[in-house]
């Protein structure tokens, strides 16, 4: 990221002598040593068509005093609304400082955000640093883009006779009558697990909405109604919540839900922007990341040649927030890819959905991998400095593709595997063929050498195509759990790795899910896409702490692949010892540590877990 001199113009020259005069000892910490500097902002610097009601997010590469943080030390000044008070927050990281501003930006602003040196908890100041961003001219309007009605012309699924166990026949006592029939049609020794889903119409009707948990059987084990409006992505996650996305205009977010099945939380996006409905993800360190959505008006025909000079153009958003909630990351689609990327849409038209991201996926530690169905692309994407890695896929697409003919096309719920691999539901709206039809689809990435080799997928006999929406899951027997969308023909398939099917499910026709899975409880604790984190794990698993940085007391959580003797120790910046936490022999599991470090001195720390052949560290920071 350019940094912009203080005497670059005049505005920022007076910015600089402001600086000086609310505080005076700004020209003297310059001399001091600055060798800290910014890594990332939100918004980005230069952005344009920002949310007045944006909050700004500078993130730095070392972690910041607190006591430090001063309203002072920052200078947000909006070229038509003046000089802004806020709110300073240090974000839980430790090196994200947020302004929250007292009142919203005017439309169409130009905006100027300036700092000077703070100090950080090495006793190093921060470089200061300045950027600037226009607010959009006009108000920012909340998209309720949905998923598009299923056209289904690939051939059907002929209807299977009986046997079958309809759900409200297995227990007609205990459903409601506007619960949907749910059919099983195969049955072959099934993994085990329950299975979680939604269900929901794209047309209006008197039929009922649920979120569902049923066994391999069809036997209800949990239904609740969600009309007038319908629920999406309903499952469980591994911090121990049920999530789903509540459709109704009034709430239009996600709700958390205890053991339970209690409301106990809710998420939403921040800025002004929509909550988009396709993706929640909790993350290792407590914090969670969701998509979320933006209209704006746009003159097309500077971008493309056939385009309208008046369209709606939808735009999607990534947003990380802290355990405390904090944003501490935006990503706006409108900053990275062009209005003439999208691979399919029609550029005439008075609406254009330029991205239709519909899932995320935390890669490692410092990547998203975002899916984005209307630019047939998957994207990976710095979570630390917000810039793209690589893009797969689509018009920039930058891989070879091998034993893959086909080429994936508007696919959705792109995961990572603990193989390594990738997997999705390839809805297949645009391949190559005479007819449209849907798979599941694993490729090997070789992320150097740019290659993409198809290593496995699964066709549906005979084929069947969902136009919107799908998942595909991998279990830890090695089946594949393919939720199919908008098919009328079959609802989901679990196919073996021999490929035969294990277990097949329809609702009646019109009735769809957006997404299923299947989990057993052990796989709910510490899971990773589908597989029991309690299994057993050739290496150890060691999170950040949590809260960090902290004041007294903090929690480290780590799995154990197989029983190992198990040592978990704590070290100052001197690498002295300071404290055991743990030494001894322990079984494969979740668990977690409790640091009391009440009275210890303020600083940085470290801390080691070991099973006798492998180390992995972190650091952690006490901040009283």
Partial sequence: MKQISFYSSPRLLIYW??????NPNWIDAQTAKNSVGVCYTYPSANASQVSAKTTIGVRYAGAILKSSLQTKYFVVSGNSSGIHSGKLTLALDGRTVIFTPDQNFFAGEKVQVSTSSLTCVNGEGTIPFSFGFEVSKTRIRPSTLVHPAPTNPAPSTPDLQPPFFPSNESSPESLPDDFPTIRILKSNSPAPGNIYM?????TRNDSGTYLIVMDN?????????TWPAFAQDFKPQPNGMYTYFDADPSKFKFYGLDSNFIVVDSFEAANGYSTDSHELIFLPDGGYALLAQVDEMVNMSKYVSDGDTSVTVAEGIIQEFDAAKNLIFEWRSRDHFSYADPTHENFAQPFLDLTHCNSLELDNDSTFLLSSRSLDEVTKIDRETGNIVWRWGGKHNEFTFVDDPLIFSHQHAVRRLLNGNIIMFDNGNFHNTAMPFSRAVEYKLDEKAKTATQVWEYHHDPEVFGNAMGYV???KSGNSFICWGSCD?????????????????????GIYTYRAFKYTKNDIAGMREGVDATSPSPSLQLQQNYPNPFKGSSTINFTIGVRSPISLEVFNALGVKVKTLFNGIVDAGSYSAKFDAAQLPNGIYFYEITDGTTALTRMMILSK
């Fill in 17 to 22: 002598i402001l600086l000086c005069a609310i």
């Fill in 198 to 202: 939604d269900n929901f119409k794209f």
């Fill in 217 to 225: 059987t069809g036997n209800i084990l949990f239904q609740h109604s």
């Fill in 473 to 475: 899951q991998r279990l």
């Fill in 489 to 509: 023909s079959v609802a989901v398939t679990e196919v073996k790795p021999d490929g035969s099917t294990a277990l097949e499910i329809r609702f009646d026709p």
